[in-house]
């Protein structure tokens, strides 16, 4: 173990070692540039693109453009990298992840590699988390971009189709990453090729990487339609949901997040329902609304998982404590809760395109990510997304003391330690960041700091539009300042004046979250650049995470060590140690919840990636689809007659192709039985095509031009496609929903959901095959259609 460890370290200085070698070399013309006017420093961006169109790759490039972006960065931020921003940096242009503290300037360092990759003109997307962030960025690091004759778009949400158009065309594009994934799904559904927005993705500089690629990677982005609701089937379950009594009726597992309805419990439904069996292949659609009820009431928590604004359920991101606008729960959880809180139901709708974040970015040509806490998940993105993960080296050493943390025996008393320290620091006039897990904790901490008169602010999911404006003040002498812990991620806390002297920013961590990577980013909030800083979490055996995971461990812990009362309390690092292995049985969880996301989306994602493909190759056709839509003619002529000439000829159906004949080919005065007689299976085939070909030139001869006859092509291959593709999306995702069941009878389920996804997808091909060639044969055309 000792030798790989001793590896491990000794790859990772030489990895270094190369980086600042290289980040020498861009070094060693800042004398030379820095004697360069305006001008001419402008004037290296075009003689950089021609000397890429003349056959030189971007790393011959790199020390030049890198030099030139940085003296730029001089001239017009202000602002001159320093040489371990310049290793950050080369980092971000190989296509790895740059891990850098917080306060080392990541927006900067980003500048050189956007610069340099943006001179090859296919496009770099700059991707944040919020679009408060993609704003400031865009507008701060622009003037650079602009200065050095460089365009940049600004991608946001409300943007209309010609706007969003002209974002992605820029050389540098700043977007969230919902908003590219979503105008990647809407790209995909359009019907004229000039409606798509997107160009091929090519680039991708993902600031926060861990919290877009790692933490939002569960959900998937979807777009829905309306579908037919069932609310009143909501409220029914929900009512009976409530009559139910714990461990009588129902189990819960804290640890899975699951409930689940004892013996009693069925009884007691068959009784309400008025049924015979509730598990009747008939009630399937009652037993999962009757799921969902049981989750909603007895799993899903008010200001914890959610809250209720303005007759509405809002789900608050477990990560980052903010309300997600706009995402609604799936499967028809979110409706399950509406009617438990007696709020509007809203209709049920249906998936008509999705992707994950992994199989999304996975697509661009070469993904580059940068963060402050990376490395506890570097396996994850090697695996995913085959990037490294780099720590780069601070520019000052971290100042900061991370003191140990401290357990108490109950929330009550583990809040008055809090208390308590926040007084004794406020006194003193030292800043505080003070992080908590949920919601409702921000706000009763809140009480309590009111009740001791200790002015503050509070940072949470329901006011994060003053975000960045709160994070930046929390460094000021005397400020309090109470956050969910991701809350103002990307803003930097600069110290007031004679903060430096009282210790810097203390950060007061009110528990431990499931991941230590989000830890991790709390206590980054302090000691930045080389400033002094102090760090402790106060932890209580009542918390979420000691309830969940190792409390027992610790419980025995403390009984050996003789601690009593409610005003016990342990500072050991023995403490740290137990809380960090219970934090990597919970990151272990989550990497597998999130690889089995992925897992089924790859099913999935060949299926998509060939529909897509073939809807484009439909758009962009300017001359005509015979080649695409004769093909499916003859796929279903095959299919039919192969189906009904099986055995001796004697036994042969000739009714059944004759009636498929009349109905999707030809009309019935042009084909008899007789036609079909005294002919082999190939034959039949031969001559059914043949009619096929008469009716495709008919066609094309009441047409005056070439363009209306492709129009019509167009609007019977998508409208056909579309439907039918929105259909088996969601029959996919039902059958992701129930095939877990299948491990009860001992098969794997992610080979079955393959194998039905794939069996799911011929039928669904064959079905467009039959539609289209039904619809194309037997559909009037008219001069003026339109897709």
Same mark, same amino acid.
């Given at each position: 173990?000792?030798?790989?460890?001793?590896?491990?370290?000794?790859?990772?200085?030489?990895?270094?070692?190369?980086?600042?070698?290289?980040?020498?070399?861009?070094?060693?013309?800042?004398?030379?540039?820095?004697?360069?006017?305006?001008?001419?420093?402008?004037?290296?961006?075009?003689?950089?693109?021609?000397?890429?169109?003349?056959?030189?790759?971007?790393?011959?490039?790199?020390?030049?453009?890198?030099?030139?972006?940085?003296?730029?960065?001089?001239?017009?931020?202000?602002?001159?990298?320093?040489?371990?921003?310049?290793?950050?940096?080369?980092?971000?242009?190989? =296509?790895?992840?740059?891990?850098?503290?917080?306060?080392?300037?990541?927006?900067?360092?980003?500048?050189?590699?956007?610069?340099? *990759?943006?001179?090859?003109?296919?496009?770099?997307?700059?991707?944040?988390?919020?679009?408060?962030?993609?704003?400031?960025?865009?507008?701060?690091? =622009?003037?650079?971009?602009?200065?050095?004759?460089?365009?940049?778009?600004? *991608?946001?949400?409300?943007?209309?189709?010609?706007?969003?158009?002209?974002?992605?065309?820029?050389?540098?594009?700043?977007?969230?990453?919902?908003?590219?994934?979503?105008?990647?799904?809407?790209?995909?559904?359009?019907?004229?090729?000039?409606?798509?927005?997107?160009?091929?993705?090519?680039?991708? +500089?993902?600031?926060?990487?861990?919290?877009?690629?790692?933490?939002?990677?569960?959900?998937?982005?979807?777009?829905?339609?309306?579908?037919?609701? &069932?609310?009143?089937?909501?409220?029914? &379950?929900?009512?009976?949901?409530?009559?139910? &009594?714990?461990?009588?009726?129902?189990?819960?597992?804290?640890?899975?997040?699951?409930?689940?309805?004892?013996?009693?419990? !069925?009884?007691?439904?068959?009784?309400?329902?008025?049924?015979?069996?509730?598990?009747?292949?008939?009630?399937?659609?009652?037993?999962?609304?009757?799921?969902?009820?049981?989750?909603?009431?007895?799993?899903?928590?008010?200001?914890?998982?959610?809250?209720?604004?303005?007759?509405?359920?809002? !789900?608050?991101?477990?990560?980052?404590?903010?309300?997600?606008?706009?995402?609604?729960?799936?499967?028809?959880?979110?409706?399950?809760?509406?009617?438990?809180?007696?709020?509007?139901?809203?209709?049920?709708?249906?998936?008509?395109?999705?992707?994950?974040?992994?199989?999304?970015?996975?697509?661009?040509?070469?993904?580059?990510?940068?963060?402050?806490?990376? #490395?506890?998940?570097?396996?994850?993105?090697?695996?995913?997304? *085959?990037?490294?993960?780099?720590?780069?080296?601070?520019?000052?050493?971290?100042?900061?003391?991370?003191?140990?943390?401290?357990?108490?025996?109950?929330?009550?008393?583990?809040?008055?330690?809090?208390?308590?320290?926040?007084?004794?620091?406020?006194?003193?006039?030292?800043?505080?960041?003070?992080?908590?897990?949920?919601?409702?904790?921000?706000?009763?901490?809140?009480?309590?700091?009111?009740?001791?008169?200790?002015?503050?602010?509070?940072?949470?999911?329901?006011?994060?539009?003053?975000?960045?404006?709160?994070?930046?003040?929390?460094?000021?002498?005397?400020?309090?300042? !109470?956050?969910?812990?991701?809350?103002?991620?990307?803003? $930097?806390?600069?110290?007031?004046?004679?903060?430096?002297?009282?210790?810097?920013?203390?950060?007061?961590?009110?528990?431990?979250?499931?991941?230590?990577?989000?830890?991790?980013?709390?206590? =980054?909030?302090?000691?930045?650049?080389?400033?002094?800083?102090?760090?402790?979490?106060?932890?209580?055996?009542?918390?979420?995470?000691?309830?969940?995971?190792?409390?027992?461990?610790?419980?025995?812990?403390?009984?050996?060590?003789?601690?009593?009362?409610?005003?016990?309390? !342990?500072?050991?690092?023995? +403490?740290?140690?137990?809380?960090?292995?219970?934090?990597?049985?919970?990151?272990? %969880? %989550?990497?597998?919840?999130?690889? %089995?996301?992925?897992?089924?989306?790859?099913?999935?994602?060949?299926?998509?990636?060939?529909?897509?493909?073939?809807?484009?190759?439909?758009?962009?056709?300017?001359?005509?689809?015979?080649?695409?839509?004769?093909?499916?003619?003859?796929?279903?002529?095959?299919?039919?007659?192969?189906?009904?000439?099986?055995?001796?000829?004697?036994?042969?159906?000739?009714?059944?192709?004759?009636?498929?004949?009349?109905?999707?080919?030809? *009309?019935?005065?042009?084909?008899?039985?007789?036609?079909?007689? %005294?002919?082999?299976?190939?034959?039949?085939?031969?001559?059914?095509?043949?009619?096929? #070909?008469?009716?495709? $030139?008919?066609?094309?001869?009441?047409?005056?031009?070439?363009?209306?006859?492709?129009?019509?092509?167009?609007?019977?291959?998508?409208?056909?496609?579309?439907?039918?593709?929105?259909?088996?999306?969601?029959?996919?995702?039902?059958?992701?929903?129930?095939?877990?069941?299948?491990?009860? =009878?001992?098969?794997?389920?992610?080979?079955?959901?393959?194998?039905?996804?794939?069996?799911?997808?011929?039928?669904?091909?064959?079905?467009?095959?039959?539609?289209?060639?039904?619809?194309?044969?037997?559909?009037?055309?008219?001069?003026?259609?339109?897709?």
């Amino acid at each position: 173990m000792a030798n790989v460890l001793k590896k491990w370290v000794e790859s990772d200085k030489r990895e270094l070692k190369r980086l600042s070698n290289l980040a020498d070399k861009v070094g060693s013309y800042a004398d030379e540039y820095a004697q360069l006017s305006d001008e001419d420093l402008k004037a290296k961006t075009p003689e950089f693109k021609e000397r890429y169109q003349n056959g030189e790759t971007l790393d011959d490039l790199l020390p030049e453009a890198f030099a030139v972006a940085r003296e730029g960065a001089k001239r017009v931020l202000g602002l001159y990298p320093f040489h371990v921003q310049i290793m950050g940096g080369i980092v971000l242009h190989e =296509g790895n992840i740059a891990e850098m503290k917080t306060g080392e300037g990541k927006t900067l360092t980003a500048t050189m590699p956007v610069y340099l *990759n943006a001179l090859a003109g296919e496009g770099v997307h700059v991707v944040t988390v919020n679009e408060y962030l993609t704003a400031r960025d865009a507008a701060e690091m =622009g003037e650079l971009y602009n200065w050095l004759g460089l365009s940049v778009g600004v *991608n946001l949400n409300d943007l209309s189709p010609e706007d969003k158009r002209a974002a992605y065309a820029a050389d540098i594009t700043y977007s969230t990453n919902s908003e590219i994934g979503f105008d990647y799904l809407r790209d995909n559904m359009v019907v004229y090729k000039e409606d798509m927005v997107q160009r091929p993705l090519n680039f991708a +500089i993902v600031d926060e990487v861990d919290s877009i690629l790692i933490d939002e990677a569960r959900t998937p982005l979807i777009i829905s339609g309306q579908s037919s609701g &069932t609310s009143q089937l909501y409220v029914r &379950t929900d009512r009976f949901a409530k009559t139910l &009594t714990v461990d009588e009726d129902y189990k819960l597992d804290l640890e899975t997040k699951t409930v689940s309805l004892t013996d009693q419990g !069925i009884e007691k439904a068959e009784d309400y329902f008025n049924l015979d069996n509730l598990y009747d292949t008939d009630n399937t659609a009652l037993t999962h609304h009757l799921d969902q009820a049981l989750r909603a009431n007895y799993i899903m928590l008010r200001d914890k998982d959610y809250v209720v604004q303005n007759d509405e359920v809002m !789900i608050v991101d477990s990560f980052t404590g903010r309300i997600m606008d706009g995402r609604r729960f799936s499967d028809g959880l979110h409706q399950a809760i509406e009617a438990k809180e007696g709020v509007t139901i809203q209709e049920e709708s249906k998936t008509m395109a999705n992707i994950t974040y992994q199989n999304l970015f996975r697509m661009y040509k070469k993904l580059a990510g940068m963060t402050g806490t990376a #490395k506890t998940e570097a396996e994850e993105f090697r695996e995913i997304y *085959n990037m490294e993960v780099i720590s780069v080296p601070t520019n000052k050493p971290v100042a900061r003391i991370d003191e140990p943390d401290v357990l108490y025996p109950s929330l009550e008393s583990k809040f008055d330690a809090v208390v308590d320290k926040i007084k004794e620091l406020h006194e003193k006039g030292q800043p505080m960041l003070i992080g908590t897990v949920a919601v409702e904790t921000s706000e009763y901490l809140s009480n309590r700091l009111d009740a001791e008169n200790i002015p503050h602010v509070v940072l949470n999911a329901k006011n994060h539009a003053k975000e960045a404006e709160i994070v930046t003040n929390a460094g000021q002498k005397g400020a309090v300042t !109470i956050a969910t812990n991701m809350a103002g991620r990307g803003t $930097d806390i600069k110290l007031g004046p004679g903060v430096v002297e009282l210790g810097g920013l203390a950060v007061i961590g009110t528990e431990r979250h499931e991941s230590r990577r989000i830890d991790n980013q709390l206590r =980054g909030r302090s000691g930045r650049q080389g400033d002094p800083g102090l760090s402790q979490f106060y932890l209580s055996l009542e918390d979420d995470l000691m309830l969940r995971f190792g409390s027992e461990r610790i419980k025995n812990f403390l009984d050996r060590m003789k601690v009593e009362g409610d005003d016990a309390v !342990i500072r050991s690092k023995m +403490i740290t140690k137990q809380v960090e292995s219970a934090q990597k049985r919970v990151e272990g %969880n %989550n990497y597998d919840s999130r690889k %089995n996301v992925l897992q089924y989306d790859d099913v999935m994602r060949q299926q998509r990636e060939v529909i897509y493909q073939q809807r484009q190759e439909v758009i962009e056709e300017d001359k005509s689809l015979k080649w695409v839509i004769m093909p499916m003619i003859e796929r279903t002529v095959n299919r039919i007659v192969d189906l009904h000439t099986q055995g001796d000829q004697a036994d042969w159906d000739l009714e059944t192709i004759l009636d498929f004949a009349i109905s999707a080919i030809v *009309n019935p005065d042009e084909i008899s039985l007789s036609d079909l007689q %005294n002919k082999s299976a190939d034959e039949i085939k031969s001559y059914l095509m043949d009619l096929a #070909k008469k009716v495709y $030139d008919q066609k094309k001869e009441q047409l005056y031009d070439e363009s209306q006859m492709l129009e019509f092509e167009k609007v019977v291959l998508l409208r056909v496609v579309d439907a039918h593709w929105t259909d088996h999306i969601d029959a996919m995702d039902q059958l992701r929903q129930s095939i877990g069941l299948r491990g009860y =009878g001992q098969q794997n389920p992610l080979v079955e959901y393959q194998r039905e996804g794939y069996t799911m997808f011929e039928e669904m091909v064959s079905d467009i095959d039959y539609d289209t060639t039904r619809l194309f044969m037997k559909a009037e055309i008219r001069q003026n259609m339109q897709r």
